[in-house]
């Protein structure tokens, strides 16, 4: 299954969903543009971390799925100030920089539309076109990600050039409590690189009993799992998986659902999941969980 890929060039970032959970905040802003104020003091939107972070991992081209129109507010963002208060921020180098770099991202931004709320896989497969038979970086929209010394962006686009054509979703470790928020997996670990982990089942939020029984991944607690990180190099097959999910409306939840389809694509092909053992992960999803994660990313 060797592809010659060293490192994936493109990325994913679903962003199409309603913002129920930080109504009616994002009847006023979507949640993707929220300002989150990074360690250097400069407030962002959401999205550009993640633009940033993956361009600065060299990935070349980013696809945003969004809903129809919602792409002109992601535009008009990232092609930086007028002309009146870029001549403010020329009195702030940095920020006169920042405006500069943002109009650079604009140039690596291409769009795909969820036109039906049919869940994340739905959303997902939108970006067919966009991947064009490569592999993709995909990226949680509501979530941001910080490592070192190595990116978790960075660290997990170049395992393309080690899975063998395989998907490999990053992952970190859980209690029981938190199950029911995440796909987790089983399976072994390599010998000669512990992180990775050649998975043998995923199952999407599973109870604790059915994750105890049969979710083991060696080198864990009695109560500690992996479960998904938010982050996943996916491999060109899961469009293929995602086209005869639709097709055949095989829903969970009456949703098509991605952990559906990465389980499908494990049985056909194998799987790998990399443990992030160095690396946070930011969730910006609820109220609550926004105003938590704000203060924590300021922190570097």
Not at 67 to 84: H, K, N, S, V
Not at 103 to 126: K, M, P
Not at 176 to 197: E, H, N, V
Request: charge should be neutral; charged fraction near 30%; aromatic fraction near 8%.
């Amino acid at each position: 299954m060797e592809t010659g890929v060293k490192a994936a060039k493109k990325a994913v970032i679903p962003v199409a969903g309603l913002g129920t959970r930080l109504f009616p905040a994002s009847q006023a802003v979507k949640k993707e543009l929220m300002p989150v104020v990074g360690p250097d003091g400069v407030a962002r939107a959401m999205i550009h971390y993640h633009v940033a972070e993956l361009v600065a991992a060299g990935i070349e081209d980013v696809c945003i799925v969004a809903q129809p129109g919602d792409e002109d507010a992601i535009r008009t963002y990232f092609a930086g100030p007028g002309p009146d208060l870029l001549r403010r921020l020329e009195k702030t180098p940095a920020l006169a920089e920042e405006a500069r770099r943002m109009r650079e991202f604009n140039a690596r931004l291409h769009f795909a539309f969820q036109r039906e709320q049919e869940g994340y896989g739905h959303a997902v497969y939108q970006s067919r076109a966009f991947a064009g038979g490569a592999p993709v970086l995909l990226c949680l929209g509501d979530h941001l990600f910080r490592g070192a010394p190595v990116s978790p962006y960075r660290e997990l686009a170049e395992m393309a050039g080690r899975s063998g054509g395989r998907s490999v979703s990053a992952v970190n470790r859980i209690g029981p409590a938190q199950l029911k928020g995440y796909g987790t997996i089983a399976g072994a670990r390599r010998k000669d690189f512990p992180r990775l982990i050649d998975v043998s089942r995923i199952v999407e939020k599973p109870d604790p009993e059915l994750a105890r029984r049969e979710l083991r991944v060696d080198g864990l607690g009695a109560d500690e799992f992996l479960g998904w990180f938010g982050m996943h190099l996916l491999a060109p097959s899961i469009y293929d998986v995602l086209e005869r999910m639709i097709r055949d409306d095989v829903r969970d939840g009456g949703e098509f659902q991605l952990t559906r389809a990465q389980e499908l694509q494990r049985a056909r092909e194998g799987y790998l999941a990399l443990e992030m053992t160095a690396a946070e992960r930011f969730d910006f999803g609820t109220p609550a969980d926004y105003v938590e994660s704000l203060a924590r990313f300021r922190k570097r």
